[in-house]
């Protein structure tokens, strides 16, 4: 003879005799919701980032000496104006100790890597850049 739960069969069940848990109408309306919502969200900063007239990536930094600190990185420009690029050094405890600007000029090419100097106030950990915005010639 078959026991109860041998001839039922495991509809909606887990390992361990546990039902699965139901989600309601208004929860599944919710759950869309809100990952329409995120996709939206998602969508506009990706669009706000992409219409961006410069764009700047870190690729190293030298701090080796207490007055001066080195960053490098690319800047990409996506439209004929040159660019200004704000660069900082900061030091372990995330102040900034140096602070140097340079001009990216249209003329030298859409895509160039720079290396920038930072004259420094004390000893630096990171030097990076702060921000690029394009700027008229």
Request: charged share 20%; net charge negative; glycine share 8%.
């Amino acid at each position: 003879m078959m026991s109860t739960e041998e001839s039922t069969p495991n509809l909606g069940r887990r390992e361990g005799g546990t039902a699965l848990p139901t989600m309601s109408r208004k929860g599944l309306i919710w759950s869309a919701i809100g990952v329409i919502a995120l996709i939206a969200i998602a969508a506009w900063f990706g669009f706000g980032k992409a219409s961006d007239a410069v764009r700047w990536q870190a690729t190293g930094f030298n701090a080796d000496l207490p007055t001066e600190a080195t960053a490098t990185y690319d800047v990409f420009l996506y439209s004929d104006q040159s660019a200004k690029c704000s660069v900082r050094a900061l030091n372990d405890r995330f102040a900034e100790v140096g602070v140097a600007t340079q001009f990216v000029d249209r003329a030298d090419g859409a895509e160039q890597r720079l290396t920038t100097t930072i004259i420094t106030t004390e000893q630096a950990t990171t030097a990076t850049v702060n921000y690029c915005v394009p700027v008229d010639q």
